[in-house]
């Protein structure tokens, strides 16, 4: 069992900046691929930000540039830093694990945080 709690959300002005984070349980964190689900309402989930066991990195088109995905295997944290934030950025997110290197980009995952509220408004 994996259990990940999530922290840094709220609410933020467009062009703000916000830094989630993470904490996994366990003695296994560094062999888990970490990722970042977003779900806005009325849109379905989508994969914002992954980063690998080996520290490569995704993001989705409409991130890029203004999100980065770090972890820190010592501390088994994930982050994520969002920068520029803008209106569209709203959602619920999720951060989620998977021993699987391509199944968060899939969509799936082993196991999920709870979810934390991202608001980006004047």
């Known amino acids: 069992q994996v259990q990940l709690v999530e922290s840094g959300g709220g609410l933020v002005q467009p062009g703000g900046s916000l830094r989630l984070s993470c904490v996994a349980s366990?003695?296994?964190?560094?062999?888990?691929?970490m990722g970042w689900f977003r779900q806005a309402p009325g849109k379905e989930r989508e994969l914002a930000a992954a980063?690998?066991?080996?520290?490569?990195?995704y993001y989705t088109d409409s991130v890029k540039g203004r999100f980065t995905i770090s972890r820190d295997n010592a501390k088994n944290t994930v982050f994520l830093q969002m920068n520029s934030l803008k209106p569209e950025d709203t959602a619920v997110y999720y951060c989620?694990?998977?021993?699987?290197?391509?199944?968060?980009?899939?969509?799936?995952?082993?196991?999920w945080g709870q979810g934390t509220q991202v608001t980006v408004s004047s």
């Open positions: 989620a694990a998977h021993t699987g290197h391509l199944s968060l980009r899939s969509g799936s995952a082993q196991y």
């Open positions: 980063i690998s066991t080996s520290g490569y990195t």
């Open positions: 366990g003695r296994t964190f560094s062999t888990y691929n």
